[in-house]
């Protein structure tokens, strides 16, 4: 990204201690682009962007706030020649953390060990592509020139804010989960981030479930009455529903869906980091396995808190039109005529289909992933959009199968009150029911719409990082 400076700006047989003022006060007068001895917000962000190396409003807006000393909306040259040096004391404090035996350089197995120190685990294959993005020279290995020419304008200030930096920018993350929230370094929470990512991703769920509505519904139908007739299938499912309450009923049910949105983010976000703290000792860092089990918990404690809501959703997707006027209608005769247990109807084969569904997912996503990396990667680490999206169709696909049979009798127990002559079984009784009367193929009516359905998502959840970026601009 900055290899311009190798050879221009930043010579390597410059000597820092005998040129430095040459050095910046070059690379000043490229960035003040009216040359009036000062550079503002603007200057900067059009001079790093006619440069090559725009880096983004918050990390261009950090490094004019850090510099500007006297708070006068310009950096002058004294400034800006300050912000550097100081940028390049914790630059070489990082390069050293990395360089393990002193030699002056940064190889790939110092990298994979640095990060593995931080919780995080990739080969040594994805490691070497990370140098490749920095290394100027093509030695497969970066040394203290290459390392300070390429971070010099990027705000990072220690090798904490490096790591979390290759993690969103080259795509070594884990994936996404449906139990495993985000997590924000503490910049990101001061900065007001956070809540841009979780409302980028509240807006995006809102849209994906929007969509896919008439998919969930059908599925939640062929889950409840399937058994009544094994004949019923998609399109005879949708022409049913149609018949019976038109197009608009094809959404019933999905303004529950998207509202609980709001307080199952807010809860598993605020559970996930509490469950961190209690998973891991002060200081250290949370590696893959504690965020797997801190990610299930927080999912579970979310899913107890808005379980309600999830029976609500049921109930109106099921029900016949004029049944229930609306959520809270429904949610009034449900108390009236069944009392609170019935809010909690499914709830113990709901939070067992958690681990194998979150558990499986996970871990395929990441074989798939890191495989592609480790044989088909050559520029970049980045597997880009079209693989994810694979690896995330894929890794579900995995999840479901194996989930898929609690969360129909989860569906089944929440909905058994709404069918005539109807038994109210508990979970194991309906596992027996299921298996005598329909056979293995009965724990698994309504996958189809099912996968269509969470395919669907998959995509949507791609939106997520452009909508933050949107809402980043907006706000």
């Not at 294959?125 to 020279?137: G, V």
């Not at 808190?305 to 006027?325: C, D, N």
Request: hydrophobic share 40%; glycine share 10%; with cysteine.
């Amino acid at each position: 990204m900055l290899r311009w400076l190798r050879g221009f700006v930043l010579p390597t047989a410059a000597c820092q201690d005998v040129e430095p003022p040459t050095r910046y006060e070059t690379l000043f007068q490229k960035l003040d682009r009216n040359g009036d001895g000062v550079v503002d917000i603007s200057e900067l962000q059009e001079g790093l962007k006619s440069l090559g190396i725009p880096l983004g409003q918050d990390a261009e807006e950090k490094i004019f706030t850090t510099g500007d000393v006297n708070k006068d909306g310009k950096l002058d040259f004294e400034e800006f020649m300050k912000y550097l040096k100081d940028h390049e004391k914790k630059m070489k404090l990082a390069f050293k953390s990395l360089d393990k035996n002193n030699d002056g350089k940064i190889e790939a197995s110092e990298i994979v060990q640095s990060l593995q120190i931080l919780g995080l685990t990739i080969s040594e294959q994805q490691a070497e592509l990370i140098l490749q993005s920095i290394d100027a020279d093509g030695t497969m290995t970066v040394d203290w020139n290459e390392w300070r020419d390429y971070f010099l304008f990027n705000p990072v200030t220690d090798i904490e804010e490096i790591i979390h930096f290759w993690k969103h920018s080259t795509g070594i993350d884990i994936g996404d989960s449906l139990t495993i929230p985000d997590e924000f370094t503490e910049d990101e929470k001061k900065s007001g981030q956070w809540w841009r990512q979780l409302l980028a991703g509240g807006v995006a769920g809102a849209v994906s479930r929007t969509s896919t509505a008439p998919l969930d519904r059908l599925k939640v139908m062929m889950q409840v009455h399937g058994s009544k007739s094994a004949k019923m299938n998609i399109y005879g499912g949708f022409q049913q529903m149609v018949k019976e309450g038109g197009i608009r009923s094809l959404w019933r049910g999905n303004g529950t869906n998207v509202i609980k949105i709001a307080p199952e983010t807010a809860v598993k976000f605020w559970a996930y980091e509490q469950y961190k703290k209690l998973l891991t000792e002060e200081g250290q860092k949370i590696g893959t396995f504690e965020r797997f089990v801190s990610g299930s918990m927080a999912g579970a404690t979310a899913q107890t808190f808005i379980y309600p809501m999830e029976v609500l959703k049921t109930r109106l997707a099921v029900g016949k039109t004029g049944q229930y006027s609306g959520m809270f209608d429904c949610a009034k005769k449900i108390l009236k005529y069944e009392g609170m247990g019935a809010f909690y109807k499914g709830y113990v084969p709901n939070l067992l289909g958690i681990i194998p569904y979150a558990g499986i997912d996970l871990a395929v996503y990441e074989l798939l992933k890191s495989h592609w990396l480790d044989n088909f990667a050559k520029d970049s680490v980045n597997p880009g959009v079209m693989v994810l999206l694979g690896c995330g169709a894929l890794s579900s696909t995995c999840g479901q199968l194996a989930s898929y049979p609690l969360a129909l009798v989860r569906t089944r127990m929440q909905a058994q009150a709404m069918i005539e002559k109807s038994p109210q079984l508990n979970m194991v009784g309906l596992f027996r029911r299921i298996l005598s009367k329909e056979g293995l193929p009965g724990l698994y009516r309504g996958i189809t719409p099912n996968f269509m359905k969470y395919s669907s998502r998959k995509r949507y959840t791609q939106t997520r990082t452009c909508l933050c970026s949107v809402l980043c601009t907006l706000f």
